[in-house]
């Protein structure tokens, strides 16, 4: 069976609004997830947390929307989170510096409870 790639919205926990990732986050995936952003974004939900629990593999456009929600939340005075990275998303963060400038957290839950000012 070949895994499905997705985002879909989750239900908010808190104040943080969360995206679920599934399977590759690829150049095809990556369009949907910078819609999703945007999107929370008009409707005011600025804090947002993207679950990557069920993400299998991740590529530079997918890290290219990533840059793009952190700038765009923080411009609407919010933030962006990540939970839950496998490895190779993890190897991938790290690489690029993105681990430095994005909270990581081990859950979504986590991500959520965090104090943040």
């Keep these: 069976m070949v895994p499905v790639s997705g985002v879909r919205r989750s239900e908010d926990c808190g104040v943080w609004a969360v995206v679920v990732l599934t399977g590759e986050v690829d150049l095809f995936l990556a369009p949907v997830l910078r819609d999703a952003v945007d999107t929370l974004i008009v409707e005011g939900r600025a804090r947002i947390v993207l679950d990557l629990e069920q993400v299998y593999f991740m590529d530079s456009s997918a890290l290219g929307v990533?840059?793009?929600?952190?700038?765009?939340?923080?411009?609407?005075?919010?933030t962006l989170r990540l939970a839950a990275p496998g490895e190779q998303v993890r190897?991938?963060?790290?690489?690029?510096?993105?681990?430095?400038?994005?909270?990581?957290f081990p859950y979504a839950t986590a991500a959520c409870e965090a104090p943040w000012p």
């Excluded at 990533?66 to 919010?78: D, I, K, N």
């Design 66 to 78: 990533l840059v793009y929600g952190l700038r765009r939340t923080g411009a609407t005075g919010g």
């Design 91 to 104: 190897r991938l963060l790290e690489l690029t510096g993105l681990d430095t400038a994005i909270e990581i």
